[in-house]
């Protein structure tokens, strides 16, 4: 079930079935600069020393890194004609939204190598977008309060007298960003083939249950695991990456990959950008398996590129979500239906943010 | 000089007015009306749909009513504590006074964000509080201290007192201590003379200080949404989720209007208290129309007549005990202030690689990556420089503008002062945007210009609020009595007119240079590749991972500053001993 899952998520991504890729690549070598969003922390750290670098050395582009902003920044900066980037790393399917307003450029993909873009799963690069990194949103809690073993699936998250203590969750207000929706609708028995459309009305009966048990909406990636860590709750939902992080630190925490969300980040080129070429040029740079299996060297975000496995350790390969022994336990999230719009002009991530604002205040 | 009464008249209103208006029109209000008649257009040209939509809201209106009830709370605790505190500083020597108001603008030093999580740790179920709680036995089992109305109410109150406690003090400085005495001579017990002589004349500075902390609570969310629960979810939340993750401009400028009007009525409703804080007893009538607020008059009337007897019957306690009462409720408002610290400082020579408290083991590796790393440097002094000039420059357009609210008589004074205050009112998030889509086309954006004026928006309703209570009571008749004896006007204001409003003028470079350094919003959308302040940097930094580095930050600072206040003691002391022969 959970193959077919894939299989249909991906046909779902719009993915564009025959790009203009040559069979040998286009030189890449070129002038000038790229300007970059990094993330910063140590997502930018493992992009300096896995494509920024090598990217300089073999092109000769430069690689100049603005500091990180908000989508809604960075869409009035493209509406006021000056992209504040040329490249932009997209989380929660709104590269979607950019490309339907028309503020993404098309990315060149003669630059690419057919291997590398064919080997992309579980998400496809599409006109105006391309993978980069993979992540799973999943169950992190203190293995200390459940000494019986703890809790696997998202029911059991929701099951309050066999797994005690407070939860917490990520807010719906994000819309698809934080999966606290599909987390609801498995908690309460929809089945990963059912979740889209999402049935909101549901989604919030399923969440009205466990209300009284959610100490806090967490606001920012980093806070879900540290809530686990102090023990301000029992259960939390998490991004696998940060889970990894605390626990190779020595923080007490445990995380199960039962029916984790598997979401995706994405490139794309803001409309306007001063350097589009060498934008292409970077994109298809950190599309290459070596690169990408650098860059899972170096912080657990899993390549897109699956050649990239091709060079990664085993032990390595084994902590990264889309590893298939874990990609079979997960569900992939349909970033598409959150970007998409409604009868009333709005996208599923406005609609949603406005029924939780009514249900928090209830 | 255009600051004095009489003589420079000529000087004008208007010159003293210019240079704040000209500031906020480019800067603030061009942006701002911009943006706001977007919230009237849809694709099809006007339309009040987005203020019905907002309006029939159940969940707008229910935020909008939990935000102001919050508001409302934190200034009148803000108030109970900060005064008493007040009152004993305006009592205790120069240099006992200078070190506890050095104190008490501490905890501005440190980001919102690591403050915040002190009191995660400090009010959490394995918390200090709940350990204490649980040894005496009041407790079997934690209590839920934090992530609900508590956690929001302690992290406010703590980052407001500041903000009440400066202007009320500096009005307390210029009472006439003789007035009091005066009134004790004459049988009026203590307590009486307190309530009825010395309480009243304070009241330009608890109006100065409640319109900052009401006023900053409005457009504050990083504390309710951090210490809050499930059900705190302010406003401001939600403005800043249509700007930055939903693109609703025009949802977010129907909202922050709706705020800006409702809080333009209070004014408005309460406009003879302001029009009376903005005057001076010796000037003429306010040019307020008198006489058409019947219907409110009594109304407020009676809520004052009831709320100050209450007051009186409070004091009559409490000055029975007066002393006692007062050093208990100094102390622990003092410590509650600085708390945060007591677990800041340990957290930054933590050996571990996330925050937890206690640390597991102690190490300098935090304080080796922040002096290794450039990006931190660099972030840090253009943090200090940007924001020292940006104070500078708002004092310099913000204490004519004062001047001339708190002295002169023109039309449109309490329109000018609501629109200078007003920066304070509208969510942040929306003049940042507002002044993005302005400045984004014309390459400014990661400048240090762009900066400066963003900054002193920040800065100037802030000079401008704690300069006009500070005129307030001001003795003016050492001015005139300089200026009689023959000392030019510029000689009077530089001899006597600026060094006694020196308190006001202190704590009102202080509020502008903090608001600056801890500013997070102007810098999500105005930082360039030049031109990063250090909380993007902290901001950043977090984003990706929750570790002490951000702790080292604020206790580099909370040294820099006890440094700086050693060194101008000796300094000082030196001079003095120097002055005196010795």
């Known amino acids: ?362 | 000089m255009p600051f004095l009464p009489r003589r420079s008249r000529h000087v004008g209103t208007a010159g003293m007015m210019a240079p704040v208006l000209v500031t906020l029109a480019l800067i603030y209000m061009i942006p701002v009306v911009g943006l706001f008649i977007k919230s009237f257009q849809d694709r099809n040209g006007f339309t009040l749909d987005s203020y019905l939509n907002q309006l029939t809201s159940p969940a707008f209106l229910k935020l909008l009513v939990e935000t102001l009830e919050l508001s409302v709370g934190v200034t009148i605790l803000c108030l109970l504590f900060g005064y008493p505190v007040a009152y004993t500083i305006s009592r205790v020597n120069k240099r006992s006074a200078a070190l506890l108001l050095l104190l008490i603008s501490l905890p501005y030093l440190t980001s919102v964000l690591i403050r915040t999580y002190a009191w995660i740790v400090v009010l959490g179920p394995n918390g200090v509080v709940n350990q204490f709680l649980m040894s005496v036995g009041l407790t079997s089992k934690p209590v839920q201290l934090v992530f609900n109305q508590i956690g929001v109410y302690t992290g406010m109150v703590q980052i407001h007192l500041p903000l009440m406690i400066f202007p009320v003090y500096a009005a307390m400085t210029k009472i006439d201590r003789s007035l009091t005495a005066a009134a004790v001579s004459l049988g009026s017990s203590p307590a009486s003379a307190f309530w009825h002589v010395f309480a009243p004349l304070t009241y330009p500075g608890i109006v100065g200080g409640s319109t900052l902390v009401f006023l900053s609570c409005l457009g504050f969310y990083t504390t309710p949404a951090l210490l809050g629960g499930t059900a705190d979810y302010m406003l401001a939340q939600g403005i800043t989720l249509r700007v930055l993750r939903l693109a609703d401009l025009a949802g977010a400028a129907t909202q922050a209007t709706i705020l800006l009007t409702i809080v333009l009525a209070v004014f408005v409703l309460l406009r003879k208290r302001f029009a009376a804080s903005l005057d001076d007893e010796a000037s003429a009538p306010a040019p307020l129309k008198r006489g058409d607020g019947a219907s409110s008059e009594p109304l407020l009337y009676g809520l004052q007549r009831r709320f100050s007897t209450i007051l009186y019957r409070f004091g009559v306690i409490v000055s029975q005990v007066r002393n006692y009462v007062l050093w208990a409720v100094t102390a622990a408002v003092m410590f509650y202030l600085i708390v945060p610290f007591l677990v800041v400082v340990p957290l930054s020579f933590s050996s571990a690689a996330y925050l937890t408290f206690p640390p597991p083991g102690y190490s300098l590796r935090w304080y080796e990556s922040f002096f290794s790393n450039t990006k931190w440097l660099e972030a840090t002094w253009f943090s200090l420089r940007v924001s020292v000039m940006a104070a500078i420059a708002s004092l310099a357009v913000g204490l004519p503008a004062a001047f001339a609210l708190a002295r002169r008589q023109f039309a449109l004074k309490l329109p000018a002062y609501l629109l200078i205050i007003s920066p304070m009112v509208v969510p942040q998030i929306v003049i940042a945007i507002a002044l993005y889509l302005i400045v984004a086309p014309h390459r400014m954006v990661g400048t240090e210009h762009v900066f400066l004026l963003a900054y002193m928006l920040l800065g100037i309703p802030y000079v401008v609020v704690v300069a006009v209570a500070g005129l307030q009571r001001f003795d003016t008749s050492l001015e005139s009595a300089a200026a009689s004896l023959g000392a030019r006007p510029a000689v009077v204001l530089f001899t006597i007119t600026l060094p006694l409003l020196m308190p006001s003028i202190v704590s009102a470079f202080l509020f502008a240079f903090i608001a600056a350094f801890d500013d997070v919003v102007f810098g999500l959308f105005l930082s360039g590749r030049d031109a990063i302040p250090l909380p993007m940097r902290m901001w950043e930094n977090i984003r990706q991972e929750i570790d002490p580095q951000i702790s080292v930050v604020a206790s580099i600072l909370l040294f820099l500053v006890i440094v700086g206040y050693l060194a101008h003691n000796t300094l000082g002391r030196l001079r003095w001993s120097r002055v005196n022969g010795r």
């Open chain 1, 1 to 362: 079930m959970h193959r077919r899952t894939l299989l249909k998520a991906a046909g779902a991504l719009g993915v564009a079935s025959i790009f203009p890729a040559p069979l040998i690549a286009k030189s890449l070598k070129g002038s000038g600069e790229v300007v970059i969003y990094d993330g910063a922390g140590a997502w930018g750290e493992a992009m300096r020393s896995a494509y920024f670098e090598p990217f300089e050395a073999e092109t000769g582009i430069k690689v100049i890194v603005e500091p990180t902003t908000d989508t809604g920044a960075v869409r009035a900066s493209v509406m006021t004609g000056a992209p504040r980037y040329d490249i932009y790393i997209f989380s929660g399917g709104y590269a979607n939204s950019f490309a339907r307003d028309g503020l993404l450029e098309k990315i060149d993909f003669s630059f690419f190598e057919r291997s590398d873009l064919d080997a992309f799963r579980p998400a496809k690069p599409t006109d105006y977008s391309c993978p980069t990194i993979i992540y799973s949103l999943l169950m992190a809690y203190n293995p200390a309060a459940f000494p019986n073993g703890g809790p696997q699936t998202w029911a059991d998250m929701w099951d309050v007298s066999k797994f005690p203590g407070g939860r917490a969750l990520g807010p719906g207000s994000w819309g698809g960003e934080a999966g606290t929706f599909e987390i609801a609708l498995l908690a309460d028995g929809v089945t990963p083939d059912g979740l889209y459309p999402i049935d909101f009305d549901r989604a919030f009966r399923s969440l009205d249950k466990i209300k009284a048990s959610i100490v806090k909406f967490w606001e920012s990636g980093a806070e879900g695991p540290q809530l686990v860590v102090d023990k301000q709750v029992a259960i939390a939902a998490a991004w696998n990456g940060r889970v990894s992080a605390v626990k190779d630190q020595g923080g007490e925490i445990a995380m199960s990959w039962h029916q984790a969300l598997l979401q995706y980040d994405e490139f794309g080129i803001l409309k306007g950008a001063s350097n589009v070429e060498n934008a292409s040029k970077f994109i298809a740079f950190a599309s290459r398996a070596k690169n990408q299996a650098d860059f899972s060297n170096k912080i657990l975000y899993a390549p897109p590129n699956s050649n990239a496995y091709q060079y990664l350790s085993k032990e390595r390969a084994g902590m990264l979500p889309t590893v298939p022994d874990l990609l079979a336990l997960q569900i992939v999230q349909n970033q598409a239906y959150w970007a998409a719009l409604r009868d009333d002009g709005k996208d599923n991530t406005q609609y949603a943010a406005e029924l939780w604002e009514n249900w928090i205040t209830r």
